[in-house]
Nanobody, 116 residues
Framework: QVQLVESGGGLVQPGGSLRLSCSASGFTFKFYIMGWYRQAAGKERELVATSFDGRTDYADSVKGRFTISRDNVKNTMYLQMNSLKPEDTAVYYC???????????WGQGTQVSVSS
């Protein structure tokens, strides 16, 4: 059974930083492209970063500010977010990415709020 648990969100001022964590279980983590998604209030969920086999990709909106990383031994993924902007405010989720799309099961997400 796939389980994804996100943590590390919070309230931060513009220009600040946060580090999100995702703990994964129930599947062979290292075999999958994994990604960070976010959903702002009233908007659709969007994929902002992916990681697999040493390769990372980012949405243009976060490129140069966010860094995705993973530990395939600990089955954990991270998102270092720097230079945060108010438009980064959203609930952040981790899940499978790539052509198969996300797993049906989602975690509870972690709220990131950027405001002065």
């Amino acid at each position: 059974q796939v389980q994804l648990v996100e943590s590390g969100g919070g309230l931060v001022q513009p220009g600040g930083s946060l580090r999100l964590s995702c703990s994964a279980s129930g599947f062979t983590f290292k075999f999958y492209i994994m990604g960070w998604y976010r959903q702002a209030a009233g908007k659709e969920r969007e994929l902002v970063a992916t990681s697999f086999d040493g390769r990372t990709d980012y949405a243009d909106s976060v490129k140069g500010r966010f860094t995705i990383s993973r530990d395939n031994v600990k089955n954990t993924m991270y998102l270092q977010m720097n230079s945060l902007k108010p438009e980064d405010t959203a609930v952040y989720y981790c899940n499978r990415a790539g052509s198969n799309g996300p797993f049906a099961s989602w975690g509870q997400g972690t709220q990131v709020s950027v405001s002065s």
